[in-house]
């Protein structure tokens, strides 16, 4: 059975302070891990696709990261606007239509 | 832009009711999904279809049916609400297939109480 597990459930920063987001992922073979932003109350918003170990992806201040077993979330200079919880989810192979999704890390960046 | 629109954002139901979730993709997206959220428990899906009039019974469904007669709408029905249905409920659309560019796109949450 695909699993994914998102690491920590919840983390404060301060402005400024740069961390990581961490997504661990079982499946049979991965097709493509996706990360996704949601603020309270609204639906995920799409920020990025992963489809190969040593794939990166940028945007403002997120990068994401890929390896065989895990992806990271780094977050660079965090500002308030920053935070909301960070979904991942992936794609494996044999469930071309059906992606698993993590429980979510809660970021919250103190001004 | 990829707009999916889900009918409400709040509603309320009474135990009982048949309550009617509906929502619509603009993009031509083979797969359309629903899924209800709650804190501690991240994203279950209940049901999803691949085409048209076609559905698959997710990992939650009982007590949910769906509908989709054309492409671009999937409806959720709760056939006799219950107060453990109360939950955020989202709807989501993707393109086939494992290529590039088929991230799902969500609707903006329909936040459901039954009383």
């Known amino acids: 059975e695909d699993q994914v597990t998102q690491s920590p459930e919840a983390l404060r920063l301060q402005e400024g302070e740069s961390s990581s987001l961490n997504c661990s992922y079982t499946v049979s073979g991965l097709r493509g891990l996706f990360w996704y932003r949601q603020d309270p109350g609204k639906g995920p918003e799409f920020l990025f696709t992963l489809y190969s170990a040593g794939e990166e992806k940028e945007k403002e201040r997120l990068k994401a990261t890929l390896t065989k077993k895990e992806s990271f979330l780094h977050i660079t200079a965090p500002k308030p606007e920053d935070s909301a919880t960070y979904l991942c989810?992936?794609?494996?192979?044999?469930?071309?239509?059906?992606?698993?999704f993590g429980s979510g890390t809660q970021l919250t960046v103190l001004p | 832009d990829v707009k999916v629109t889900q009918s409400s954002r709040y509603l309320v139901k009474r135990t009982g009711e048949k309550v009617f979730l509906e929502c619509v993709q603009d993009m031509d997206h083979e797969n359309m999904f629903w899924y209800r959220q709650d804190p501690g428990l991240g994203l279950r899906l209940i049901y999803f279809?691949?085409?048209?009039?076609?559905?698959e019974k997710g990992d939650i469904p009982e007590g949910y049916s769906v509908s989709r007669e054309k492409k671009e709408r999937f409806s959720l029905i709760l056939e006799s609400a219950s107060t453990n249905q109360t939950s955020m409920y989202l709807c989501?659309?993707?393109?086939?297939?494992?290529?590039?560019?088929?991230?799902?796109?969500f609707g903006q949450g329909t936040r459901l109480t039954v009383v």
């Open positions: 989810a992936v794609q494996a192979e044999g469930s071309a239509r059906q992606l698993t």
């Open positions: 279809s691949y085409d048209v009039k076609m559905k």
């Open positions: 989501a659309s993707r393109l086939d297939g494992d290529l590039p560019n088929t991230e799902a796109f």
